[in-house]
C-alpha cells in the first residue's frame, strides 16, 4: 500500500470543520531561542506543525531547529497530495535529517535538533518524532502524553538517546495515528515548556502562559478542533 495516491481519500467530506493554532515561544534566561515552530494548513482543512528544539550541547541549535523544521515542511507540502500520511511523515523526517548532514559537511560541526510533527488530515491525527519534544492530546478533558522521550537520565544529565542529527537513524521514526473528535485539543511543547509549567492544569483552567523564571526555552503549540 505505500505510495497509494490520495486523490480519492481528499474528496471525502472533511469531518472536521475549523482547525485553529496558537502558538508561544519564549527564549531562556540570558539565551538566544534554539527552538523553532512552523504550523501551515494543508489540503483543504489540514493542518502540519512542527516544533524542533535545537540540541545546545552541540554547535548551531537554533539553526539545526531551522534547518529540520523547514525541511520537514517543504517535504509534507511536497507530497501530501499523492501519499500516504505516514510515507510523508517518514520522507519529511529523512529529508531533514539529509539537509543536516549537508549543513554539518558545510560548517565542519556537529548540530541536531529534537522534533516532533503532528499531521492532521480529516478526523485523523498523525504525528511522528525524534527526541523530547513531546506531544499531547486532551480528550474529554482528560490530558494524555502521546509521545516517549527519547533520553537517557545519568548522574551527569539528561541526554538525547535519538534526535535529528545528520546519521541516519538506528531505529525506524515512531509513526502513529490517532483519531480527532471535536472539542479535543493537542498540544506540542519543548522540554522548557512542560518542565516549567503543570500542563493539565494549564489546560483545564485555561491560565496563561507567564515566562518568568524559565531557564530553558519554552515553546508551545496549541491546536483545537471545533465545530
Given at each position: 500500500?505505500?505510495?497509494?495516491?490520495?486523490?480519492?481519500?481528499?474528496?471525502?467530506?472533511?469531518?472536521?470543520?475549523?482547525?485553529?493554532?496558537?502558538?508561544?515561544?519564549?527564549?531562556?534566561?540570558?539565551?538566544?531561542?534554539?527552538?523553532?515552530?512552523?504550523?501551515?494548513?494543508?489540503?483543504?482543512?489540514?493542518?502540519?506543525?512542527i516544533l524542533a528544539d535545537g540540541m545546545g550541547g552541540l554547535s548551531h541549535g537554533a539553526e539545526a531547529a531551522k534547518i529540520a523544521s523547514e525541511s520537514i515542511l517543504t517535504t509534507v507540502l511536497n507530497k501530501i497530495q499523492e501519499c500516504l500520511p505516514e510515507d510523508v511523515l517518514r520522507m519529511a523526517f529523512d529529508a531533514a535529517d539529509i539537509a543536516i548532514a549537508k549543513k554539518c559537511r558545510e560548517l565542519k560541526c556537529k548540530m541536531g535538533a529534537a522534533v516532533t510533527v503532528a499531521l492532521i488530515i480529516d478526523d485523523s491525527l498523525y504525528y511522528?518524532?525524534?527526541?523530547?519534544?513531546?506531544?499531547?492530546?486532551?480528550?474529554?478533558?482528560?490530558?494524555?502524553l502521546l509521545t516517549k522521550d527519547h533520553i537517557v537520565e545519568e548522574t551527569e544529565g539528561t541526554y538525547l538517546t535519538r534526535c535529528v542529527n545528520g546519521k541516519g537513524y538506528r531505529e525506524n521514526v515512531p509513526i502513529k495515528q490517532e483519531k480527532l473528535e471535536y472539542a479535543d485539543r493537542i498540544y506540542i511543547c519543548s522540554d522548557g515548556y512542560y518542565r516549567h509549567v503543570n500542563l493539565g492544569v494549564t489546560v483545564n483552567q485555561n491560565m496563561e502562559f507567564t515566562p518568568d523564571g524559565i531557564l530553558d526555552d519554552a515553546s508551545l503549540i496549541e491546536i483545537k478542533v471545533s465545530n
Open positions: 500500500m505505500r505510495g497509494k495516491p490520495l486523490l480519492t481519500y481528499f474528496k471525502k467530506p472533511l469531518t472536521m470543520k475549523t482547525i485553529d493554532f496558537n502558538t508561544i515561544s519564549y527564549p531562556g534566561n540570558n539565551k538566544n531561542n534554539e527552538d523553532y515552530i512552523l504550523c501551515r494548513k494543508v489540503s483543504g482543512n489540514g493542518l502540519v506543525a511522528a518524532w525524534q527526541g523530547n519534544v513531546r506531544l499531547y492530546k486532551v480528550a474529554d478533558g482528560k490530558l494524555s
